[in-house]
């Protein structure tokens, strides 16, 4: 029983991620490359990197706070 509930505790975080990372838009890139240097290619960002710069994007902290949390995240 243990097994079970293991395997389809690990089965549902394995799809979750893969269809969290299958969901980055252009949209997404866009609001992305507002908060970034322009020396820094936006297309080429893992999708681990585009997730974790769109939660800071959309925090409530101050614009200031969140392109310096960018530029943190990227270098």
Known sequence: M???IAT???ALVTLAGAAQAASVTSADLH???NYVPNSVAVESLSDTQ???VLNAIHSGDSEGEKRQIVRALLK
Request: aromatic letters at 0%; glycine letters at 0%; charged letters at 35%.
């Open 50 to 52: 585009v997730r974790k």
């Open 8 to 10: 389809s505790a690990l």
């Open 2 to 4: 243990k097994r079970i």
């Open 31 to 33: 609001a992305i490359s």
